[in-house]
């Protein structure tokens, strides 16, 4: 096992000839995928110090502000779990200490390495889960091979929430040049303004992915990263129900380096797509964050647990998952990191990536 401090946090790396993968103790998240030849990160690294969530307190750390989401702020990197909650606790659940996207991005984690394969589990005491993951990264290869269980603790059936919160930052991450690709189909835009005034999309606008409708009546690609000074968006969009396996890739011209991550559609039908772009000015965004997050999961928006429940679904597919009780579910998925010419070289095909 190879421990190790990034970014001042308590972390474990799993590293072959090419690749080094980062995951902190607390959170668990997957804080960096670094490509050793060129040292290229493509996942985010927010502009604000990071600290281990266990030492939050909102009265000694007002520079994360005061809410449900800070003590995540305060330790968010790169890859975070959303379990079993996608997006902001209610109001009672907040008042009972709960972050927001659930305890999975707090939680501290039991790590270790053995071979080419690291083994992080924890439990969420207050959701009553089990959660583990595995990642193999075998010699020579430049895909990680990602399992993920969850096991209900508890003797009831309960519906959850589970995301994969990839989200990737700048350098790779840049105004009109980073490139996406995704097996999208139907999209659409999040219902509220949760932007301040700053967004650019139309309000909960339904369209085929990648030409998304705009406020001022135009249509943007989403297939760059958008060019503007400031803004914020979200959108969500159904992986093609065609096809048994999902992808997104991205790719910056400038380091010639691609980022994809491949999973199973039925395991997660969603990708929200989340920006920011100087749009956030209270703390610690300070209006100093660039970021895009490529979200999949078993939800299609960030919303309390009441709302996902109520809204059910979207576009006829479920919003939630359901694991019985004293069960375990199992899901595999994979990230690849690669130099790449043109991401259009890589074939833009689960079975290519």
């Not at 991205?250 to 989340?274: C, E, M, N, R, T």
């Amino acid at each position: 096992m190879s421990e190790t401090l990034y970014r001042n946090r308590r972390a474990v790396a799993l590293e072959n000839e090419h690749l080094q993968i980062v995951v902190t103790v607390e959170g668990g998240h997957i804080a960096a995928m670094i490509d050793k030849e060129t040292g290229v990160n493509p996942l985010w690294s927010p502009p604000w110090p990071s600290i281990e969530p266990s030492t939050y307190d909102p009265a000694k750390h007002p520079e994360y502000g005061n809410d449900a989401e800070s003590k995540l702020l305060s330790g968010i990197l790169g890859h975070n779990l959303c379990l079993d909650l996608f997006g902001g606790p209610s109001g009672e659940e907040a008042a009972a200490g709960m972050t927001v996207h659930g305890e999975g991005s707090v939680a501290p984690y039991e790590i270790t390495v053995s071979g080419d394969t690291l083994r992080q589990r924890t439990t969420l005491v207050n959701a009553q889960l089990g959660f583990e993951r595995t990642i193999r990264l075998a010699s020579g290869s430049r895909t990680a091979a990602i399992t993920e269980t969850v096991e209900n603790l508890s003797t009831w059936d309960r519906p959850i929430a589970w995301t994969q919160h990839v989200t990737l930052g700048p350098p790779f991450v840049e105004r009109a040049k980073t490139v996406f690709r995704a097996s999208a189909s139907k999209s659409k835009v999040i219902e509220n303004d949760f932007t301040g005034g700053k967004g650019y999309m139309q309000i909960g606008a339904e369209f085929m992915w990648p030409m998304v409708p705009c406020l001022d009546g135009s249509e943007l690609d989403m297939q760059v990263f958008v060019d503007r000074e400031v803004s914020g968006a979200f959108s969500t969009h159904l992986m093609d129900p065609s096809s048994e396996d999902a992808y997104f890739a991205a790719w910056h011209p400038g380091s010639k380096i691609a980022l994809a991550y491949v999973w199973k559609q039925h395991d997660f039908p969603w990708l929200g797509i989340w920006e920011e772009n100087h749009s956030r000015t209270s703390p610690p965004w300070n209006g100093n964050t660039v970021t895009r997050g490529m979200e999949f999961g078993a939800s299609p928006f960030p919303e309390s647990r009441r709302k996902m429940i109520d809204r059910r679904g979207l576009f006829g597919v479920p919003g939630h998952r359901w694991v019985p009780a004293r069960s375990k579910v199992t899901v595999k998925y994979s990230a690849l990191l690669t130099p790449a010419e043109s991401i259009d070289a890589m074939g833009l095909s689960p079975s290519a990536l």
